[in-house]
């Protein structure tokens, strides 16, 4: 992408110089794949700065999830939410389960614990909540309902990288929680993911899983995948975590730029950062109320693309509405869900971006 477009987002990349001296001993060890030291040492890594107990890598966000889901060995209706990427959806539905879509909270857009407990059934056995835009859900509510109804609480943490709540990593809540490292994301791997647990047997059966359920050189005790990290993704980590402060500290000046000027106009609904809360900036996502601007999301997002300004409706449509699920779902079961996705655009916000950009972006916005 040599053009001068601007994009939702841009992936951020080390100096070259620092990769290839990271990957130079790649090519005198030949270790490219199967948990090699690179893994190893970015997997050390993360555990420190996620604050968690257990870090175990994968190829992608969508595989970790996927495998996540099979290690619980969970059979029956998970409760999760519409809006969120085609990945969460999917990933229950390729493990054997049956997706059951709550409602969203008006303000952070993550599940509505108040919608939770009327979806459950005698075969529910889990939820994936999403921490959507980096949003932490209500996790007290939520994991209270899950004990009581002794249900699993998987979290897709893709957007929540190095959030904190009073101090607590976003992917130490719940029972296990998943992270995408793919370019788009505040922290990539190229591609890459991450589920983070604490019940070790977890960690056993996920280490498994990710490598073909192999046990060892006579030994296949599951029917795994392949999901491994490779070398050069962790390679890729490891350089871009030494950077992650500064991104997100870039990202937080765009937002405040952002901010002052969409903060407080008539129509427009921001997310705000809790005090207790340490944001990543992942995403900048905004609600046009039309009845109020006199112009819909859909005329902004042209107006922008006029510009070759590309915003992006995350996440719109509802999963419901796909092709491939909208024979046994309606997305007016979840009428918030409904509204924030009929209404929503993620503005670009990544750390190369500049200030004048975001002062063009809101002047053609506000127009
Ligand atoms: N759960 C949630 C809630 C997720 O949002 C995601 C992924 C997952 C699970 C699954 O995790 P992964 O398996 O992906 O690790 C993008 C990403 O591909 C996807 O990872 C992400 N969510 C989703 C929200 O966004 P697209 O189809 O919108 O990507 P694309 O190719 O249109 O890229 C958006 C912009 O990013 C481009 O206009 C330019 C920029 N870009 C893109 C690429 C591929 C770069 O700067 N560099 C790049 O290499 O899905």
Known sequence: MSDNNIYVTRSSIPPMEEYIEEISSIFDS??????????????????????????SLFSNGHMALELCLQAFGLEG????????????????????????????????YTMDPSKIEALITDKTCAIVPVHVYGNLCDTDAIEEIAKKHGLKVIYDAAHAFGVCKAGKGAGSFGDASMFSFHATKVFNTIEGGAICYSDDKIGEKL??????????????????A???MNEFQAAMGICNLRH?????????A???????????????????????????????PVVFDENVLNKTRDTIFADLAQENIFARKYFYPLVQDYDCYKDKYNSDSTPVAQYVANRVLTLPLYADLSMEDVDRICKIILK
Not at 89 to 95: G, K, L, T
Not at 207 to 224: A, H, M
């Open 30 to 55: 030949h270790l490219l794949t199967n948990m090699g030291p690179k893994h190893h040492t970015l997997s050390n890594e993360l555990t420190r700065y996620l604050k968690v107990d257990n870090v």
């Open 77 to 108: 209706e998970v409760i999760t939410t519409p809006f969120t990427f085609a990945s969460t959806a999917h990933a229950i539905v390729r493990s054997g389960l049956t997706p059951v879509f709550c409602d969203i909270d008006p303000v952070t």
């Open 207 to 224: 280490y498994r899983l990710r490598n073909f359920g192999i046990l060892d050189q006579e030994t296949v005790s599951d029917v795994g």
């Open 226 to 228: 392949n999901a491994k």
């Open 244 to 252: 992650i402060e500064e991104e997100i500290g870039k990202r937080k």
């Open 254 to 284: 765009l937002y405040e730029r952002y901010m002052s000027h969409l903060r407080n106009i008539p129509g427009i609904t921001l997310c705000n950062i809790p005090d207790d809360v340490t944001h990543n900036y992942a995403y900048l």
